[in-house]
């Protein structure tokens, strides 16, 4: 199964696949990373390891509707069989969504359909609730919306700011990003 991640910031989740299909626990190609902006840090990742790298810089772009057609031609260069949106904070449009036939996947640092958005952990934490966690889920045209795949329930204890309750979800989402795509692989040989 040929990947393609989509990512803004340091790659954490990236980081995890690329780790899981070194040590042969992920059978997966991961066929190139990309960005949305320069100098992220996934990118540099990603370079490191190997893997081809590609920058669609939002900034270059006159509207959002042109940054999406060369978001979408960048990424299927790479014929993907699914492409991951690894803390990509870019909403992408239908185009994109219908290009690539409902295999965008997504994770998210809440149980959806509750706290969608870019600020799920500081908005759970907000409402007051006991427990969190994080979701994998086909991406559509809405935020964080889609059939979800797989979630997984985090605890939140007394004294945790968005930054302590952060870190153990992506803890647990980065193990259940890797657990989802070795299932989709599995399933499509």
């Not at 990603?46 to 893997?51: L, Y």
């Not at 994080?134 to 007394?158: F, K, L, M, R």
């Amino acid at each position: 199964m040929r990947i393609v991640v989509l990512v803004s910031g340091t790659g954490s989740n990236l980081q995890a696949v690329i780790d899981a299909v070194r040590a042969g626990d992920l059978d997966v190609e991961l066929a190139a990373v990309g960005a949305d902006r320069p100098g992220t840090y996934g990118v540099e990742r990603s370079a490191a390891a190997g893997i081809p790298t590609f920058v669609v810089d939002f900034k270059a772009y006159p509207d959002r509707a042109a940054w999406n057609a060369a978001l979408t031609e960048a990424v299927a260069a790479f014929r993907p069989d699914v492409v991951v949106s690894s803390g990509f904070m870019r909403i992408v449009s239908a185009d994109f969504i219908a290009a690539f036939d409902g295999k965008y996947l997504n994770t998210h640092p809440a149980l959806l359909p509750a706290f969608p958005g870019a600020h799920g952990v500081r908005d759970a934490l907000a409402y007051g609730i006991k427990v969190t966690g994080c979701t994998v889920h086909w991406a559509d045209a809405g935020v964080d919306t889609g059939p979800i795949i797989a979630q997984e329930a985090v605890a939140v204890e007394d004294g945790d700011t968005e930054e302590t309750l952060h870190e153990r979800i992506k803890t647990v989402e980065r193990r259940l990003l890797v657990s989802t795509l070795r299932d989709l692989a599995a399933a499509k040989q």
